[in-house]
């Protein structure tokens, strides 16, 4: 019949219950009845997947024991590509034209394909058969997976439950297992509560799990010894439950996480307890079968802790999204020590529609209950079809957990094939054909071959369709430059020229900054207060015995001189030149005379008095220094750190721990001075790199060249700020110096400073009238001992100062402090000057070719990522050049199949994969091949 693919008649009538289903013969060219897909044209037969009433029997053999002929007629390609279901609108893009009319005996080929489709993640944008195994917790699925698989899979408690396996399997002369983790989600779990049931709705079905853009996959580990399995399946596991930390941490034997950390802890306390994320396993091996298929955690109602009931839920959604896909194959298990009408996951099949794709898997036989037929009638008719019905029947397998793959393999025979284990009925026996793990697989290998045979046409299609979206996507984005590598290292030479220039420059000039830190650090020196309350010939006669009694202070009380008096004639210096309105004493902060000396103890002057001011950056850090001592309490320092029985002697300790006080702060403005430094240079570097890329501004190369040239120069920075840390470090250690002649100078600069200011104060405080001071500095020879005598002569009228130690205390501090602050000043601007700078100066360029990525091996993809538009341009060509990569994958994995060109050496052991007919099988015949069987 033109157009159609007809089975033999004779065929059909010696199996007059149903469909006939030929073992394919790997030495000769085959069609399947079942495979080929398409049914004759007015048949009244259903779909492959229509109920028992229209397939055979469960009871049925699958097999033919020997040859059956049957002819087999293809349609005319146009007719073909018209009526098939899966036909595609290009008709020469169809899989079933001449070359590929053997497809029956490539099963090996056809599922080493799907495994590859599945493992590129695919199956996310195309339809692809897949086998979804599925069951309730209990139900021996893991010891079924196991065999499947043909390895001793983890068994144990909670292992391979809590997130989806895919299990690929072939042949292969040497055995290997490689590990995937594909990820399709990410987990966001709410941070302020508890997760709910009601989180779990059609809309999130999977809560707290959240759909990824895209699908990643990452590698996890290949192993060739089989003993490894368990380790790296759980620890792959714990992986994709901690969605947040890096999978590499968990990969045994190298992953810190795996490697200080007991297994069972870590699986208690993964941040999930469940994952719709996959495990993926590659498994290669001698006397593998073709298969692939996906093992769902196994349905369950009551979890073991309250809050996890929510979980219960995510895992039938997730069960039912395997299930529900139209081209998924399902793998149902039951056991038989349990009653099949309790399976929560076949009631589930029925609910999706999903029946007539199910296959049934009955497990535990050798657990099925004793005690006479009523207990198995169940069974009996659930095998001959007549109730549980399925679309692909029934099968039975037995698997101890006692037993290893070998022994498994032995007892299924023991117990299915010689009928010599005694607690397996009789009237089970017709169903042989059916029984046995290694039966299941050589039916589901055929079976899943032969679906993606038949759909390969449109999965063909749909990939090209996709891959044709994704580089018209590609196309749309801003092209690159051309010479994208040229463009890119003229602007980092230009760059790294006028950056040279523009250091040079700012180190001849930099003058300012280091000067006014020099003045910061000499204008926050410690500053004495040099007036005393006994400078007063006042009667006190309060309690308060403050040094510095407050100006409001209602019981000090004071004789004021009388208004006529005069200096040759006061017999008492009892009152203050100025008295306030009040009464009370008005307190100069500074008086001329010299800088940095107090008056009195306040801390605030008259609105009047003048500050001295400090340039940015170190405006804030004027008031360091004031309030530091008075006269008195550097008397008091004096004589508690005076030693017993050694008088008249100043300890070194007083002058220690004064000049360690006064330089303490000195880190303030040295930071703010390596801050401004750094903030001048960057925008310097800023402007420079701006004028360099003035052309490429649009794209990433300047957005990320700007973010390393401000990296470099934060990590020196970071190396430049430890290293005036010990500056500064030493400086507080102890008092040092061999410059005795400067310390000298410095030290008697200040003593006859304060001495001056000092007589001033008491001169002012006894009532004498006050002489500008007039800057010693600034004085003749001949002025300075005119002043001097002058002192000297108003001393014998006061009478000789009580504080003169103190004065010297204070000048050896004052001195030294500005013998170390210009010493620490210079040191600071040194390193910054000449380390600092020219270091950033000799290595920014290679710096930022190294942080661009520009010398490594993939260089070429680095320039034209640096040339994409903006950062969000770069991201979505990237991930479009993943998803091109992927769909071209896939297609050439396809036309590899379809061209039968060999795969490696992963073809069967001893197995020929020929892809052209046997000699003598096929002739054309008017644009028509009929081949014999």
Not at 19 to 42: H, L
Request: aromatic residues 6%; contains cysteine; charged residues 30%.
């Amino acid at each position: 019949m033109p157009g159609a693919i007809e089975t033999g008649r004779a065929g059909r009538k010696s199996r007059p219950r149903g469909r006939t289903i030929v073992k394919p013969d790997p030495d000769a060219p085959i069609v399947s009845a079942t495979g080929g897909g398409a049914r004759a044209e007015g048949s009244e037969e259903s779909s492959e997947y229509d109920t028992s009433a229209r397939n055979p029997p469960p009871s049925e053999r699958i097999t033919e024991p020997d040859p059956l002929m049957t002819e087999v007629r293809a349609r005319h390609r146009a007719t073909a590509a018209a009526a098939s279901p899966t036909s595609v609108p290009n008709a020469e893009e169809s899989f079933f034209h001449t070359s590929f009319q053997d497809i029956g005996k490539k099963l090996k080929e056809c599922n080493d394909t799907l495994g590859e489709l599945q493992q590129l993640g695919v199956s996310h944008d195309v339809q692809l058969p897949e086998l979804v195994l599925v069951g309730d917790q209990s139900a021996g699925k893991s010891s079924l997976m196991s065999g499947l698989a043909n390895l001793d899979l983890p068994r144990s408690e909670g292992t391979c439950t809590r997130c989806p396996l895919h299990i690929r399997v072939s042949r292969h002369t040497e055995w290997s297992c490689r590990v995937w983790l594909r990820k399709e989600y990410s987990y966001q779990p709410p941070s302020d509560r508890t997760i709910n049931e009601s989180d779990v709705t059609h809309q999130d079905p999977f809560f707290p799990w959240r759909k990824l853009p895209s699908t990643a996959v990452y590698e996890f580990k290949t192993m060739h010894d089989k003993s490894e399995i368990e380790d790296v399946l759980r620890w792959a596991q714990i992986a994709i439950l901690n969605d947040d930390k890096h999978h590499g941490l968990f990969v045994p034997g190298s992953g810190s996480i795996a490697t200080n950390t007991p297994i069972a802890r870590a699986a208690e306390e993964t941040a999930a307890k469940f994952s719709p994320n996959i495990v993926a396993l590659e498994i290669k091996g001698p006397g593998l079968p073709d298969l692939s298929f996906y093992d769902m955690p196994g349905i369950f109602q009551n979890p073991a802790d309250a809050r996890d009931d929510y979980l219960v839920n995510v895992v039938r959604n997730l069960s039912s999204a395997y299930m529900s896909h139209p081209c998924a194959i399902i793998i149902c298990s039951m056991p038989m020590n349990s009653d099949a009408e309790n399976s929560a996951t076949f009631g589930l099949t029925r609910r999706l529609g999903a029946s007539s794709r199910t296959i049934g898997v009955l497990t535990k036989a050798d657990l099925l209950p004793k005690g006479g037929t009523c207990n198995h009638d169940q069974w009996l008719t659930i095998m001959k079809g007549e109730t549980h019905q399925t679309g692909l029947g029934y099968f039975i397998t037995s698997r101890p957990q006692d037993k290893d793959l070998e022994e498994l393999k032995k007892w299924e025979e023991h117990v299915f094939e010689d009928h010599s284990f005694d607690d397996w009925p009789e009237e089970f026996h017709q169903f042989s054909d059916r029984c046995g793990v290694e039966k299941l697989k050589a039916f589901l290998s055929e079976r899943l071959g032969e679906e993606f045979a038949k759909s390969l046409p449109n999965i063909k299609h749909t990939v090209k369709l996709h891959l044709d979206k994704v580089t018209k996507q590609l196309g749309s984005l801003p092209e690159l430059p051309e010479n994208v590598e040229l463009k890119i290292q003229t602007g980092l030479m230009a760059f790294a020229d006028i950056a040279r220039a523009k250091m040079d420059e700012f180190m001849r000039h930099f003058n300012v900054l280091p000067r006014n830190f020099r003045d910061c650090l000499l204008e926050i020196k410690p500053k004495f207060t040099l007036k005393d309350r006994t400078d007063h010939p006042t009667i006190d006669i309060s309690d308060d015995e403050s040094d510095t009694p407050s100006m409001n202070t209602p019981t000090a009380k004071r004789h004021a001189p009388a208004s006529h008096a005069t200096p040759s004639k006061r017999p008492r210096l009892d009152g203050p030149m100025n008295p306030a309105p009040n009464g009370h004493h008005i307190k100069p902060e500074e008086v001329n005379g010299g800088p940095g000396l107090r008056a009195s103890s306040g801390s605030r002057p008259p609105p009047s008095a003048k500050r001295a001011t400090l340039p940015e950056p170190f405006t804030n850090f004027v008031t360091i220094g004031r309030g530091f001592r008075t006269l008195r309490e550097v008397r008091e320092e004096m004589q508690a750190k005076t030693k017993a029985g050694m008088p008249d002697r100043i300890s070194d300790e007083v002058y220690v721990d004064l000049v360690k006080e006064a330089v303490q702060p000195w880190n303030r403005p040295m930071d703010a001075f390596i801050g401004q430094t750094m903030k001048d240079l960057q925008s310097e570097l800023d402007a420079t790199l701006s004028k360099a890329l003035d052309g490429l501004k649009k794209r990433s190369i300047y957005t990320e060249a700007k973010r390393h040239v401000r990296k470099c120069l934060e990590e020196h920075r970071k190396d430049t700020e430890a290293a005036l840390a010990g500056l500064y470090n030493d400086e507080m250690e102890r008092l040092l110096t061999f410059n005795e002649e400067a310390f000298k100078k410095y030290r008697d600069d200040e003593h006859i400073v304060l001495t001056r200011f000092r007589h001033n104060m008491r001169m002012e405080a006894a009532g004498f009238p006050v002489r500008p001071l007039g800057q010693w500095g600034d004085m003749t020879d001949e002025k300075r001992v005119q002043d001097t005598k002058r002192r000297e002569a108003e001393i014998v009228k006061l009478g000789p100062d009580q504080f003169v130690r103190e004065l010297e205390v204070v000048a050896y501090v004052r001195g030294y402090y500005r013998l170390a602050a210009l010493r620490f000043a210079d040191a600071v601007s040194q390193r910054i000057l000449c380390r600092m700078i020219p270091a950033i100066r000799r290595k920014l360029p290679v710096y930022l070719e190294e942080k661009l990525g520009l010398r490594s091996a993939n260089a070429q993809d680095v320039y034209e990522r640096l040339m994409e538009e903006d950062e969000q341009t770069a991201t979505k060509r990237e991930m479009l050049k993943l998803e091109k990569n992927k769909f071209d994958k896939a297609l050439a994995s396809i036309e590899l199949l379809e061209t039968g060109a060999s795969r490696g050496g992963e073809g069967a052991e001893g197995d020929e994969q020929s892809t052209q007919p046997a000699s003598g099988t096929a002739a054309a015949v008017d644009g028509d091949t009929v081949e014999e069987v």
